[in-house]
């Protein structure tokens, strides 16, 4: 598969062989690709290649710049190269030529995105058995969801797992509110609704007799030991929860390749704390296990603290299983990368565990560097009254989300498109309120804290999955009127007049560069933030340049940038999750 390179990475590499020839071959380890510059007057991409050569060389880099600019060959889709400032190069392009770029880019099977060889494990949304998901799982599941798209977009093998919480004193404390005092209509009506309640109900009778806590802890015992009755109980907690998440998944378009709960990593959390003992790299504390970090570790947030794998008591906690996890992952798959996607709360916790791991790994001789770990943490969501809490009982549920964003896009589809047939309105009710939900969360930035606010959360106004989707259905409306009139689309006749057609152009070209930086940098709302200027781009286009003119002739120029447009909105939102609409 032939691979059509960037705008950014083909003018990098036409000042570096510039650069050589001027006799500067060799002077940089890296090359930083070119970017878009900030003003179209001053050109459409910058490097700043010949600037950090003068900086590495002690010379002048205006100097530099200018020996840079003398060497460099002729190119179609350079129509004017110009120094500026204290050493950049700035290019203005021949926008028919980028069109022509654009179409190739767009014709290939990677829409022209830079692709890479390896495997990543992503481990998101992981919400517990036996509760229902709420909009606190929201940011780890369709955060999670955008980086495994953008992973594949980008050529990796993606592993994506579903690290559910399967185990804990939680069910001892089910099995005994289940034996008190379950509701067995209530259950077959509402399964998961009817555990919540016994979990709620456990909480508060404990408050009144905190002997239940043992009792709990005894049924818990029984579970770890293999007890027939409880271990079966858990088995139908499992299943029933596990359904209710794949009907709450299929709806958000989100799939993961293994479900692979704390449960299935029991067996091996003996072992590893033996290692850990064995190797020195844990120690007996007050008789608990833990790994302690000293002092002088390189890794400051770790320093003077400790994280603990064997309580006194002989139970495990998260960081033996993530140890563990992380041994598993290893041996299965031989990732490059392992992602984890949960919030800031728990950067201290991977911190501590990817140090641990590390120390451990060296004392085996084992290399740390062939495999990258990446804690992609996210701001918290939050209630205007603070934090949401099960026990508490002051939780929305995802799919009670789910259910007003598609109502809340019935009811504009009904208004505005009441010609169109009842069963299509209630699917694009269903993709639109899908999608405000998706896009609502992913075109912030990841790690700001968000305060839950429905209105906010479903707008249609401004930039929302809805103005992206409407303008990528504003496009297939066209070409389909193009179709009925017997106008084919002809990528080759592109040959821009205006001003506007060559800001669409280039905003169209830019998107294979966007993806690669919206994936290494883990900011889904890169990708989002482009795609919507592409849209104001493209409304500014409709507003100055006609594609069907007054005579009912069809500009075939600007028909096949529409064209390009189209494509392009269809692989974005594709990479981001949101439906694509051919007709609202």
């Not at 909480?203 to 009755?229: V, Y």
């Not at 320093?303 to 563990?324: E, H, M, P, Q």
């Not at 565990?353 to 004392?363: L, T």
């Not at 940098?521 to 795609?531: A, K, Q, Y």
Request: hydrophobic content about 45%.
């Amino acid at each position: 598969m032939t691979h059509v390179p960037t705008l950014a990475d083909l003018l990098s590499q036409i000042v570096v062989d510039a650069a050589d020839r001027a006799g500067h071959a060799g002077v940089l380890d890296t090359v930083e690709p070119a970017t878009p510059t900030n003003n179209p007057k001053f050109g459409d991409y910058q490097s700043n290649h010949a600037f950090r050569l003068g900086k590495a060389l002690r010379t002048n880099p205006r100097k530099v710049a200018e020996a840079v600019v003398a060497e460099l060959a002729e190119h179609p889709g350079i129509e004017k190269v110009a120094v500026a400032g204290p050493g950049f190069i700035n290019f203005h392009l021949n926008a028919a030529w980028v069109a022509s770029h654009v179409a190739a880019q767009t014709a290939s099977p990677t829409a022209g995105i830079a692709q890479a060889e390896g495997t990543v494990v992503i481990d998101y949304s992981s919400p517990n058995v036996a509760k229902r998901m709420h909009i606190g799982h929201m940011r780890s599941t369709i955060i999670g969801n955008a980086l495994h798209r953008l992973y594949e977009a980008c050529g990796w093998t993606v592993v994506a797992d579903n690290h559910i919480g399967d185990w804990g004193t939680q069910f001892g404390m089910l099995i005994v509110a289940w034996n008190r005092a379950l509701d067995l209509k209530a259950f077959n009506t509402d399964p998961v609704g009817e555990l919540e309640r016994l979990y709620v109900a456990f909480r508060n009778w404990a408050k009144e007799d905190p002997s239940l806590e043992d009792l709990a802890r005894q049924e818990t015992a029984k579970l770890q030991a293999g007890d027939p009755e409880n271990t079966a109980l858990w088995h139908q907690f499992i299943d029933i929860s596990l359904r209710e998440f794949e009907s709450v998944y299929r709806r958000l378009g989100v799939k993961f390749d293994v479900t692979l709960g704390e449960s299935f990593y029991n067996d091996a959390l003996p072992g590893v704390v033996q290692a850990l003992l064995d190797a020195n790299i844990a120690i007996e504390d007050a008789g608990a296990v833990i790994i302690a970090f000293p002092e002088d570790h390189p890794v400051k947030a770790v320093r003077n603290r400790k994280l603990v794998i064997r309580k006194s008591d002989g139970a495990f906690l998260y960081g033996t299983t993530d140890l563990a996890t992380l041994e598993y992952r290893l041996d299965k798959w031989a990732p490059r990368e392992i992602v984890y996607v949960t919030d800031g709360r728990q950067q201290l916790h991977f911190t501590q565990v990817f140090e641990g791991w590390k120390s451990w790994r060296a004392e085996r001789d084992l290399s740390t560097t062939d495999v990258a770990l990446r804690h992609s943490w996210f701001g918290t969501l939050k209630l205007p009254e603070g934090s949401m809490s099960t026990r508490q009982g002051n939780v929305i549920r995802l799919v009670d989300l789910l259910d007003e964003a598609v109502t809340r896009s019935r009811a504009v589809v009904d208004d505005k498109s009441s010609n169109i047939p009842e069963d299509e309105r209630a699917a694009i009710a269903e993709a639109v309120g899908i999608g405000s939900v998706r896009y609502a969360d992913l075109s912030q930035n990841p790690q700001s804290d968000v305060i839950f606010d429905w209105d906010r959360m479903l707008s249609h106004d401004g930039n929302t999955a809805v103005f992206l989707m409407y303008s990528a259905a504003r496009c297939f409306s066209i070409l389909r009127k193009a179709e009925a009139a017997g106008v084919t689309v002809d990528l080759e006749a592109i040959a821009p007049d205006h001003p506007r057609e060559k800001e669409l152009i280039l905003a169209l070209a830019r998107f294979p560069e966007v993806v690669t930086i919206a994936r290494a940098s883990h900011r889904p709302n890169l990708l989002c933030d482009h795609l919507f200027e592409t849209a104001q781009r493209l409304n500014r286009f409709y507003a100055a340049c006609r594609v069907f003119e007054k005579d009912g002739t069809v500009n075939t120029s600007r028909l096949a940038i529409i064209a390009l447009t189209a494509k392009v909105f269809r692989s974005g939102l594709g990479v981001l999750g949101i439906p694509v609409l051919e007709r609202m």
